[in-house]
């Protein structure tokens, strides 16, 4: 065996050094070399390829500082993108993670001096959200990719949708509910005054009893009978419509209340809470990410199989190839009227449909069912997001 032969045990141990990070102040960027000590730094300084490098460096030194810079800020922030998306991260962690690959570019090349340096000049830029704080400095990156910006648009028109009939519900409750209030002010109540005297030299005299005619006090001496079945009439009828008049004023409070509680109960049913997972074997789809390929972008394909609920394998319809595809990479597709499509989410989730027309200022579609406990019922206001097509 040659002394310094591939499997030596001296060649076999510098591999194993050689594996892993090494210490950053001898590593040399223009050669991409990284010495494992500072007599193997000093000896490749001053070897002959690194003078040609030096020479080619000293020629154009902004055009590689520019190039290094570009490079290590690529790197970063494809990391972040990925990685870590739009959370509330340390610049620390990035930055450790971004080291972890041997050969990335190191900072030590590029226009930045230190990492707060770089992460100052991301957050001037707009690049990044950055926040100071006693741990350090944290960092949020804003995506402002196309795709990204249009489904933030389209988000936030629908919610505003939402909020427009949560705000006419509120009023038409909140109108209820002063018209409930007001009935109960408005109701008969007696009302004590103080004694007004118009002549105070006048005595003031009380009567107690009730002032009876001659011609009633005649009808009492003759039959004293039949003027107190009279009387005991009237006082039980005035009872019972002073009764009556309470029960009406109850009734008609508790009919506001009731219909208040009925409009909430309508609330309840009609907004059915949805599934965070819409995927269903046999519906199209169309692929909305370039991580999968640029071949598969805009592309569509039919589900054939879902796996975890969230996961699912789609064929495209072009090409014939099988992709596995997360729920986040792919979005339903909305067919011509009269097609049909599948239910994906609501109370009426699994059932087929048939779609009879498109609201684009909503957003929406109203379809037939064509199967289910409701069959041929036509339902309004189905969401984009909550159907898909058919495949035939």
């Known amino acids: 065996m040659p002394k310094n032969g591939f499997l030596t045990p001296k060649a076999i141990a510098n591999r194993i050094k050689a ?12 050669c991409q070399k990284q010495c494992r000590d500072e007599n193997g730094f000093k000896c490749h300084t001053m070897s002959e390829s690194h003078q040609r490098q030096l020479l080619l460096f000293a020629e154009n030194p902004d055009k590689y500082l520019d190039y290094f810079s570009e490079e290590f800020f690529d790197g970063f922030m494809e990391l972040l993108k990925r990685r870590f998306g739009t959370r509330r991260i340390h610049s620390n962690v990035i930055y450790n993670e971004y080291i972890q690959d041997r050969e990335h570019i190191h900072m030590t090349s590029t226009q930045w001096e230190t990492l707060t340096d770089f992460v100052k000049w991301l957050g001037r ?19 402002r990719d196309p795709e990204t910006l249009a489904r933030q648009k389209l988000l936030e028109k629908r919610e505003k949708v939402e909020e427009d009939d949560e705000e006419r519900m509120q009023k038409f409750i909140q109108k209820q509910i002063e018209k409930a209030s007001d009935m109960e002010k408005n109701k008969n109540e007696t009302v004590y005054t103080d004694l007004q ?21 005649e009808s009492e001496s003759v039959q004293p009978e039949t ?9 039980a009828e005035a009872a019972s419509t002073s009764k009556k008049k309470e029960k009406d004023d109850r009734k008609r409070k508790k009919s506001a209340l009731e219909e208040i509680r009925e409009m909430e109960e309508k609330k309840k049913k009609t907004e059915n809470p949805k599934k965070d997972y819409w995927l269903a074997k046999g519906i199209v789809v169309k692929v909305v990410t370039k991580r999968l390929g640029e071949k598969y972008y805009k592309r569509k ?10 996961t699912g394998f789609v064929k495209m319809i072009d090409s014939g190839t099988t992709i596995k595809v ?18 994906l989410n609501g109370v009426h989730r699994g059932c087929k449909a048939t779609l009879l027309s498109l609201d684009s200022d909503k957003y929406c579609v109203s379809v037939k069912l064509d199967s289910g406990p409701v069959k041929g019922r036509t339902v309004n206001g189905v969401q984009y997001e909550d159907i898909s097509k058919l495949a035939q």
């Open 326 to 343: 997360d729920q986040m990479h792919v979005e339903t597709v909305i067919p011509a009227e009269g097609k049909q499509v599948l239910i």
């Open 19 to 30: 594996k892993g990070l090494q210490k950053l102040r001898w590593y040399c960027q223009m």
């Open 301 to 310: 394909g039919v589900i054939k199989e879902v796996h975890d609920l969230y």
């Open 227 to 235: 003027s107190t079945n009279v009387l005991k009439a009237a006082a």
């Open 197 to 217: 005297r118009d002549d105070e030299e006048k005595k003031i005299a009380f009567n107690f009893g009730a002032a009876k005619s001659s011609r009633e006090s």
């Open 125 to 143: 830029e707009g690049h990044v959200t950055v926040d100071l704080t006693e741990k350090g400095w944290f960092i949020t990156y804003i995506d």
